[in-house]
């Protein structure tokens, strides 16, 4: 099944404690993104990667690092996370060109720091 | 970065009715998405337009691509318990480039059976 993967679905942690989710994709995706979502701004971008080893900050990138190291797997790392990094995270993957437009998206991902 | 107004933030209807959301920006956009998001879910993609003036379906939705590039229309029509749901508009713009795409606030709607 065609299908975006994030884990965990929820995290709950203090202020400080490094955390990674991770994000995985099975579709063969150049592209894939990571966003915030808070009530009453929608979906705000984190970071953003065309392909392997290319990435780029999207619209709210501090505090926040990822990498791709392989084409399936975009993590996102939160070194020192503060409760204002409380959210819903969304993982999402499409493949390049207009396609761009068509992504898919994860289950989400609901993290809390104290 | 750019932002777009999505409205109303929220709607409560009765099973039956239409629906009407929009998405406007203060500049131009190239491409227009609207995505619904169930409970619990990721948003998924209901509409794409591509060409100012264009009017897509998808069974009981409509979507429209706003003349001047800076809106977009949905309508649901005979909306039905499994409507229920948030949704948000999308733009892609040359300002923000291909690979960004920047969403409303989105538009949550409950409905009374």
């Known amino acids: 099944e065609a299908q975006v993967t994030q884990n965990p679905r929820y995290l709950i942690t203090v202020t400080g404690k490094k955390l990674t989710v991770t994000c995985s994709q099975n579709m063969n995706h150049e592209y894939m993104s990571w966003y915030r979502q808070d009530p009453g701004l929608g979906l705000r971008q984190i970071y953003y990667?065309?392909?392997?080893?290319?990435?780029d900050k999207g619209d709210v990138p501090e505090g926040y690092k990822v990498s791709r190291k392989e084409k399936r797997n975009f993590p996102l790392i939160l070194e020192s996370p503060s409760p204002n990094q409380t959210s819903l995270y969304f993982c999402a993957s499409s493949f390049g060109g207009v396609a761009y437009n068509e992504q898919f998206f994860g289950p989400g991902t609901r993290l809390t720091v104290l | 970065g750019q932002q777009l107004n999505q409205s109303p933030q929220s709607m409560f209807i009765q099973e039956g009715e239409d629906v009407s959301m929009n998405c406007t920006s203060s500049s131009i956009f190239n491409t227009w998405l609207w995505y619904k998001q169930e409970p619990g879910e990721g948003p998924v993609l209901l509409i794409a337009l591509y060409k100012a003036g264009e009017l897509t379906s998808n069974g009981r939705l409509t979507a429209q691509f706003g003349i001047t590039r800076k809106d977009s229309f949905l309508n649901i029509s005979a909306s039905i318990p499994s409507d229920v749901g948030i949704y948000f508009c999308a733009g892609r713009s040359r300002i923000q480039g291909a690979q960004k795409l920047v969403f409303g606030q989105g538009t949550r709607l409950t409905i009374n059976p």
């Open positions: 990667s065309m392909n392997v080893e290319v990435t």
